[in-house]
């Protein structure tokens, strides 16, 4: 059974700052891996997709990686702003999410 | 496109009423599911659809019904509510249900459910 885990649960990092948040998964068998962040009381907005044939995606200050060998993606947040504070959450298709990494970035 | 569109937004139900979430996108996704979303649970898959007359269960299906029978609507039935099914529900849609190059995942606001 597929698992995907997120590490920190929670981050707190001074605005400017560059930073990395990490998804892993257990089965290699993945089509595609999603990036996601919540806003407290809100849904869930699409970040980033990496297919599986892929490596790594960008948007803006945004940055994620894959490795499906070891089961690993990253998401990358160049130069950390008050309104990055959110729920950051990866999921893998065929659909199992992580529990999230709530990043709060200090003014 | 209103994109993934819920109602309500919140609802408090008695133990043991019934009633239908819905849900409806406006982009012809062919792909469909809901979610749960409890605290230290993170989401977890209740029921999917790949087509309108195609329906099977998720990790949690039990106390959970749903239906599809038209590509925009699929609507999510409690039928005996129970206070275990106190949790927020997002419905969430996209092209496919399996890899592909614009497969990404749109959700919905959410329900918040409260079960007393």
């Known amino acids: 059974k597929q698992e995907v885990t997120q590490i920190p649960a929670a981050l707190s990092v001074p605005e400017g700052e560059n930073l990395v948040l990490n998804c892993s998964f257990t089965?290699?068998?993945?089509?595609?891996l999603q990036w996601f962040r919540q806003d407290p009381g809100k849904g869930l907005t699409s970040l980033l997709l990496i297919q599986s044939s892929q490596r790594e995606q960008t948007s803006g200050r945004l940055n994620a990686s894959l490795d499906k060998s070891s089961g690993r993606s990253t998401l990358y947040i160049a130069a950390s702003q008050p309104g990055d504070s959110a729920t950051y959450l990866c999921a893998v298709r065929p659909l199992v999410f992580g529990k999230g990494t709530r990043l709060s970035v200090i003014a | 496109n209103a994109g993934v569109t819920q109602t309500p937004k919140f609802q408090v139900l008695k133990t043991g009423q019934s009633m239908t979430l819905q849900c409806a996108q406006d982009m012809n996704h062919e792909y469909m599911s809901w979610y749960r979303q409890d605290p230290g649970m993170g989401l977890r898959l209740i029921h999917y659809?790949?087509?309108?007359?195609?329906?099977d269960q998720g990790e949690v299906p039990n106390g959970y019904n749903v239906s599809r029978s038209t590509t925009e609507d699929f609507p999510l039935r409690l039928l005996s509510a129970a206070p275990s099914q106190t949790s927020v529900y997002f419905c969430?849609?996209?092209?496919?249900?399996?890899?592909?190059?614009?497969?990404?995942?749109?959700f919905g606001p959410g329900t918040r459910l409260t079960v007393l």
């Open positions: 659809s790949v087509g309108a007359g195609i329906t």
């Open positions: 089965d290699s068998a993945i089509y595609n």
């Open positions: 969430a849609s996209s092209r496919t249900g399996s890899g592909g190059s614009t497969d990404t995942q749109y």
